[in-house]
């Protein structure tokens, strides 16, 4: 096992991982920015190293201060956490060229599923159901022309790049392809520095539905069920569950063999989310994430599993020592992302909390790095606290949701609780009748 854990993150994932080293009993090294020399994670952490400036490329990104942090501490392993330095190949290949663990996939593994080209053609390969689309990707408008008039309209360009929404645009019918491939190609370049994009069938009212998968370095995979991350708005998730709604027992076992096969097949290991779209009783695999989630929690309330301590295990060597048939999946679970941000506008409240008071209880779990006293610093991600609720039915968990979002202060900044509490009574959530599409209506509507 690990004598010492290099927690490259900040918030409440570094607090949850450090959660996770101390059950094991692992001495944590926490980093953090100037901005964040008095936030939870550096306190509660066994030691501390301060890695540059507020903005995140100089501190959180800056993979040379992370690896001289871990050098001077003496730490053995890197936890990356989600968002920043995750879901970067170089910079996994960069810490173990230092002779250290990175607490995720293989490096090839990070790099295959961030070309969503070479995603696809993998997972079509092994079986995994797709979005009809381009077979790979597509390099003249005449080709888009010819790929959309076979699949027909409306179709998608999307950045092999992409994720998050960017370099992705809809033709609905042919004399919109054109203006569609020029902008995706553009937007794709810049952001991405790669114009390479792909075509598909625009999907107009899907859910958003993503499989948590775990494997580890003897050939064994798991899956730990769905999650129904539908309730987004210009991509940021607001509300996610465990099980889906939409979805059936029957349906979650059968898309979980089909994608723990094939990621057996390709040798994958650690913790791993494949994405799939879901309308008309069909999934669509649509890209894999190669990192522990924001939404994790969810799952381990419903399967009684801890992710972290499976992912710090696997990095060390261990097997995971259980199979499928051991993995039961218990009531229902839903996560509330609490942002520092209006209810209406969405635009970020950064600022001192002056008074804190988390709710609690039989089934509820808080996962923030938040105190009275706390400033929340305008530099990252406005999220500042995941509710989770967990109870034996979804109408239950929907109860406990509504009572702990009232318990919940928050005192000196405004934040999205009062608009969860809206979501929380809306008939349409209330009978899990929603797509992705739902909370834009909601909340101009
Ligand atoms: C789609 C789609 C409809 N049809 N693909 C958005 C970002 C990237 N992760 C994939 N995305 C989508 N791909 C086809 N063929 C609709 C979306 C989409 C979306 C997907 C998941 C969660 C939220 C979304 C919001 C808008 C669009």
């Known amino acids: 096992m690990f004598h010492k854990i290099l927690i490259a993150n900040r918030g409440e994932i570094a607090l949850r991982i450090q959660r996770a080293c101390r059950e094991l009993g692992i001495p944590t090294v926490a980093v953090h920015s100037t901005a964040d020399a008095e936030a939870m994670h550096v306190r509660l952490a066994d030691e501390s190293v301060c890695i540059g400036p507020p903005p995140a490329r100089d501190s959180y ?13 003496g730490a053995d392993a890197i936890h990356p956490g989600y968002g920043f330095l995750s ?10 060229a230092h002779g250290l663990t990175f607490i995720g996939p293989s490096p090839e593994h990070i790099r295959m599923m961030g070309d969503k080209i070479t995603a696809k053609a993998t997972m079509a390969r092994l079986g995994v159901p797709l979005v009809p689309g381009s077979d790979g990707a597509v390099e003249t408008l005449e080709e888009a022309e010819r790929v959309a008039g076979r ?14 929404g960017r370099g992705m645009k809809v033709a609905r019918e042919a004399g919109e ?32 539905i993503e499989l948590q998968i775990m494997a580890d370095s003897h050939g064994s995979v798991v899956h730990f069920g769905e999650r129904d991350c539908s309730i987004q708005r210009r991509h940021q998730k607001l509300l996610e569950e465990a099980g889906s709604p939409a979805i059936t027992a029957a349906e979650r076992d059968r898309l979980g063999a089909v994608a723990t096969a094939a990621l057996r097949e390709i040798g994958y290991r650690n913790a791993g989310t494949l994405e799939f779209l879901y309308q008309d009783g069909e999934f669509a695999f649509i890209e894999m994430n190669t990192r522990l989630q924001v939404e994790h929690p969810v799952t381990e309330m419903v399967c009684g599993v801890d992710l972290v301590r499976e992912q710090i295990r696997i990095a060390a060597g261990q097997a995971l020592g259980y199979g499928q048939a051991d993995i039961r999946f218990e009531g229902h679970a839903i996560e509330c992302r609490i942002t520092a941000e209006d209810p209406e506008t969405f635009m970020p409240t950064p600022g001192r909390v002056s008074a804190y008071h988390a709710p609690g209880g039989l089934g509820v779990r808080i996962d923030s790095a938040l105190y009275a006293g706390a400033s929340v610093p305008p530099y990252y991600d406005s999220m500042i606290a995941k509710l989770i609720v967990h ?37 349409s959530f209330r009978a899990g009748d929603y797509n992705i599409h739902w909370l834009e209506r909601f909340v101009t509507g």
């Open 61 to 73: 990104l800056n993979m040379a201060a992370i690896l001289s942090a871990a050098a001077i501490t």
């Open 87 to 96: 879901e970067n190949d170089g910079f996994a290949e960069m810490v173990e």
């Open 151 to 164: 699949i027909g309209y409306p179709v998608l360009v999307k950045a092999a790049a992409g994720g998050g």
């Open 177 to 208: 392809l054109e203006e569609a491939w020029r902008l995706a190609r553009a937007e794709a370049l810049s952001a991405f520095r790669s114009d390479a994009v792909y075509l598909e069938k625009y999907l107009d009212r899907p859910r958003h």
């Open 391 to 427: 109870a034996p039915t979804r109408a239950e968990a929907i109860a406990r949701l509504d009572r702990s979002l009232a318990e919940f202060a928050i005192i000196g900044i405004r934040t999205t609780i009062p608009l969860h509490q809206r979501i929380v009574k809306d008939a």
